[in-house]
């Protein structure tokens, strides 16, 4: 239920920017659930007519195909070492981007939402290809329509969603019984991978052997709540594997109060209420909760143009602090970078959660790629 709250949180804001609606803050839920709640009842698909992940057209990217897949891109002004041996499983989890009201579950076979994720997976998942051989499913991702709802309908798809997900996990395993893992999700992405922490990796102590870092985008996690029941503890050093991190980006003045106003007294993965107190923030470029200043980014995703067909890597660009459980942006000579027009109200930036960090957190994923080889 809280998940679907927060959910809604985001995806209410995101119509508002979309839509340029800003007068629907005037006139509450009711006309956002009327313009995107699904107009049709909850039809659950045939048995077993998920995607089959055996078949290559339900990854939108898997390792080493020809045309490389979108998680092999790299930015320009990228400067590192030669190409070196992927010796990394890289598990990612897509955020929605199905915006129809035509149904709860997005189609696997539906363009518009799968271009959309070809370009997440493109700029968020690219950040672990140095060493990392990149999973990224094709899922059928509960529409944002469906975090309008309470009911059974909207349970119901985040239940299809995930189960999806899980199936594309047991493959990803199956054909990585014993590379190092790293997990990533933003978003809906970030609400699944939390879900299959809990249910998956909290249960099996080999499995979380293998986990070098799981990263949690744009999702709230709560110290106190979630991650005793997630398997593997939050990240308090940059030297520190098998750990998890989250961050959720504000500029400021930010007004996180949506958020907050569904977090706190939600219930977590322990049974127990959530507080405010409790968020998880990690910042990418000290990989601890940690202040950094703009010069110490290694670099951000600055797009060259509105189609963003490209995009540059800045270093120098971004400053972080956490504060209340949120991870509080600051640009060089006290201006941000122009990312593009989807910031969303009370300077939320969700949807720039990996690129204002794109360097860094591929920085990050490197020392604790050596922390992990150092344990064993």
């Not at 992940?53 to 195909?65: A, G, H, K, R």
Request: glycine fraction near 8%; proline fraction near 8%.
């Amino acid at each position: 239920m809280c998940a679907r709250r927060f959910l809604f949180v985001i995806f209410f804001v995101t119509l508002l920017v979309a839509a340029g609606g800003f007068a629907l803050f005037q006139f509450g839920g009711s006309v956002l659930r009327k313009q995107a709640l699904p107009t049709v009842p909850y039809e659950a698909p045939p048995p077993a007519s998920g995607p089959d992940y055996v078949q290559v057209e339900n990854w939108l990217n898997l390792p080493d195909t020809v045309p490389p897949g979108p998680a092999e891109w790299t930015p320009k002004g990228l400067t590192e070492d030669a190409e070196r041996a992927r010796s990394v499983a890289v598990f990612y989890i897509h955020p929605t981007t199905y915006l129809q009201r035509d149904r709860w579950n997005a189609l696997i076979g539906h363009r518009e939402s799968q271009d959309r994720a070809a370009l997440f997976v493109r700029s968020q998942a690219s950040a672990f290809n140095a060493v990392g051989r990149i999973y990224a499913p094709r899922y059928r991702q509960a529409a944002f329509g469906a975090f309008l709802d309470t009911g059974e309908n909207a349970t119901k798809a985040l239940d299809l969603a995930y189960s999806d997900v899980a199936r594309a996990f047991d493959r990803f395993l199956a054909q990585e019984p014993d590379a190092p893992i790293v997990l990533a999700g933003h978003s809906q992405g970030g609400l699944h991978l939390t879900r299959l922490l809990h249910e998956r990796i909290a249960r099996n102590p080999a499995l979380q052997r293998r986990i070098v870092a799981a990263y949690i985008g744009g999702w709230p996690v709560s110290t106190v709540t979630d991650v005793p029941a997630m398997g593997l503890p939050a990240c308090l050093r940059p030297d520190q594997a098998r750990c998890l991190l989250s961050w959720q980006s504000f500029s400021e003045p930010a007004n996180t109060d949506l958020i907050t106003g569904v977090f706190e007294g939600s219930t977590g993965f322990n049974g127990q209420k959530r507080r405010r107190e409790g968020m998880l923030c990690v910042n990418p470029v000290t990989g601890s909760s940690e202040p950094s200043t703009p010069a110490q980014s290694l670099g951000t995703l600055i797009p060259v143009d509105t189609a963003l067909s490209d995009a540059d890597l800045v270093p120098g660009a971004v400053g972080a602090r956490c504060e209340g459980g949120f991870l509080l942006i600051s640009g060089a000579d006290d201006k941000l970078p122009e990312l593009g027009p989807y910031v969303l109200p009370g300077n939320n930036y969700h949807v720039y959660d990996y690129a204002l960090f794109w360097g860094d957190i591929r920085r990050d994923f490197a020392r604790r790629l050596a922390a992990f080889r150092s344990a064993q």
